[in-house]
C-alpha cells in the first residue's frame, strides 16, 4: 500500500476518504495518513475517521514520494492549491487518478491525465479526454466524443451529452444536464438542475430551464 494525504479537510474531504476506503474495499491501495491543511492551527482535527495531521508544511519533511489528493469544492481554489504545491514540491508529490471501482467506461477509449477523483456511479462511454485535477462526483453520465479540461468540479447527477466541450475551472451544478455538441467556456458555473441548450460564454453563471445568464 502507498501512503496518501488528502488536502482539505471539510465535506468534501470526507467524502473523498469515503471514495479511497472504497478503493482499498476493492483492492488494499492505499493507506490514508489524514489530512493537510494550510492553517497550522486546524491541526489535530477531526472529520470523520480522518484528522488533521499538519499544514502545508509536512512535505517539507518528505524524503520520497507522497501521494496526494486535492479535495476542494472550488474549482479556482483546487487551481492555486495544486499550482502552488506544485511549484514548491513538485519533486515529492504524485497525483494519482482515484477511480471507484463502480465507474464503468470503455477505458481504452477513455483517456486521463492526474490528479482526478472520479467517484462512485459514474458512467464514461467512448472517445472522452479528461484532463488533470478534475473532480466528476457520483453518479454522471459522461456522453461519447466529451472533452473535460483541467480544474472543473461537475456535482452529482450531471448528465452530458455527446460532443460537448467543458473548458478548465469550471463548476457544474448538481443534476444539470448539457445538451450534445455545446461548449462551457472556462471558469464557468452552471447551476443545478440547470439544462444547457446553448453555449455558455467564459465565466458565465446559467441557470433554470433552459439555461440563462445571471450576469
Same mark, same amino acid.
Do not use: M
Given at each position: 500500500m502507498e501512503d496518501i494525504v488528502i488536502i482539505g479537510s471539510g465535506g /468534501?474531504?470526507?467524502?473523498?476518504?469515503? *471514495? !479511497?476506503?472504497?478503493?482499498?474495499?476493492?483492492?488494499?491501495?492505499?493507506?490514508?495518513?489524514?489530512?493537510?491543511?494550510?492553517?497550522?492551527?486546524d491541526?489535530?482535527?477531526v472529520n470523520g475517521r480522518y484528522e488533521v495531521i499538519d499544514n502545508e508544511s509536512f512535505f517539507d519533511k518528505c524524503t520520497e514520494k507522497i501521494n496526494i489528493a486535492i479535495a476542494i469544492g472550488s474549482p479556482l481554489v483546487v487551481?492555486?492549491?495544486?499550482?502552488?504545491?506544485?511549484?514548491?514540491?513538485? /519533486?515529492v508529490l504524485q497525483?494519482?487518478? *482515484? !477511480?471507484?471501482?463502480?465507474?464503468?467506461?470503455?477505458i481504452r477509449d477513455v483517456r486521463l491525465g492526474q490528479g482526478n477523483l472520479i467517484c462512485a456511479g459514474n458512467i464514461f462511454t467512448t472517445d472522452i479526454l479528461v484532463g488533470s485535477f478534475n473532480c466528476i462526483n457520483r453518479s454522471c453520465n459522461i456522453s461519447h466524443d466529451?472533452?473535460?479540461?483541467?480544474?472543473?468540479?461537475?456535482?452529482?447527477?450531471?448528465?452530458?451529452?455527446?460532443?460537448?466541450?467543458i473548458e478548465s475551472t469550471c463548476l457544474i451544478g448538481t443534476g444539470a444536464t448539457i445538451l450534445q455538441y455545446l461548449t462551457?467556456?472556462?471558469?464557468?458555473?452552471?447551476?443545478?438542475g440547470a439544462v444547457v441548450t446553448k453555449n455558455v460564454e467564459k465565466g458565465k453563471?446559467?441557470?433554470g430551464i433552459p439555461a440563462k445568464p445571471i450576469d
Open positions: /468534501h474531504a470526507k467524502e473523498i476518504a469515503f *471514495l !479511497i476506503e472504497d478503493i482499498n474495499a476493492n483492492k488494499k491501495t492505499w493507506n490514508i495518513l489524514g489530512y493537510i491543511e494550510k492553517d497550522r492551527s491541526t489535530g482535527k487551481k492555486a492549491v495544486q499550482t502552488r504545491l506544485a511549484k514548491k514540491y513538485s /519533486h497525483f494519482p487518478n *482515484l !477511480i471507484h471501482p463502480s465507474v464503468k467506461a470503455n466529451t472533452i473535460i479540461k483541467d480544474y472543473c468540479v461537475i456535482n452529482p447527477g450531471v448528465n452530458i451529452s455527446g460532443g460537448v466541450a462551457i467556456g472556462e471558469n464557468a458555473t452552471v447551476g443545478a453563471t446559467v441557470i
